[in-house]
């Protein structure tokens, strides 16, 4: 148990639907971020908010459309992917400010992507 | 551009001995690195990090060390055990003073054997 929770852990959608991805964290960081992670390539960072302000745009297409309603929560907006998308989302968190160990992100386990 | 890379995709250890996980960078620029530990089913966990200005850093069975002239970064885990087994991810960090922007490698798969 990391404190961060991703719902769902699985998720199959179309290429038309809309659907979101959902994290928390119980940790009382203030940084939250999504990562993609695709089978043989390295964790892609894709968004970053730093007290409920977005900080980082990695270059993210429009079909995906991140939400940090407040420090805890963080949602990933999905709508008309493409079959190329399928991956796991992860969410992490982390302090965000300097301290001993600025690269901890905490992880939650992820939620499985397949579109179809 | 920048990069981080790990020489190996899979490494196969017998359970007792040492493991040497490396890893290769090419930023000069990096002044922070970290170690992930990712087992099957779950996210990435924090191991280790360690700043450019050491060269070894240890944990509890595990250490880091670091070479800035080569740009090289490994993690040497000691008496490794079954439950050792993973993939680990070396990564470097621009801290934007609020947040981590964390850029992986590939991986290496760890398989420990009886």
């Known amino acids: 148990e990391t404190g961060v929770t991703q719902t769902p852990r699985h998720l199959v959608m179309g290429m038309t639907n809309k659907k979101s991805l959902k994290c928390e964290q119980h940790?009382?960081?203030?940084?939250m971020y999504w990562y993609k992670q695709s089978a043989k390539k390295p964790l892609e960072l894709m968004f970053v908010y730093s007290l409920e302000e977005r900080v980082e745009n990695n270059s993210v297409p429009s079909r995906f459309s991140p939400e940090c309603p407040n420090s805890s929560h963080l949602f990933l907006h999905l709508h008309t992917l493409q079959p190329e998308d399928s991956a796991l989302y992860l969410c992490a968190s982390s302090q965000g400010l300097a301290g001993d160990a600025p690269g901890e992100l905490f992880f939650g386990e992820g939620s499985r992507l397949t579109v179809l | 551009g920048e990069s981080v890379g790990l020489h190996l995709p899979t490494l196969s250890v017998q359970e007792g001995d040492n493991s040497i996980i490396n890893c290769a960078y090419s930023?000069?620029?990096?002044?922070?690195f970290i170690w992930y530990k990712q087992e099957s089913g779950k996210g990435p966990q924090f191991i280790i990090d360690i700043r450019s200005n050491m060269d070894k850093r240890q944990g509890q069975r595990v250490t880091v060390l670091l070479n800035k002239t080569v740009k090289h970064l490994s993690l040497q885990i000691a008496a490794t055990q079954p439950g050792d087994s993973a993939v680990y991810f070396c990564a470097e960090n621009a801290y934007t003073g609020t947040a981590s922007k964390l850029t992986f490698g590939t991986g290496t798969r760890l398989q420990v054997t009886l």
């Open positions: 940790l009382g960081h203030n940084a």
């Open positions: 930023n000069s620029a990096s002044d922070y």
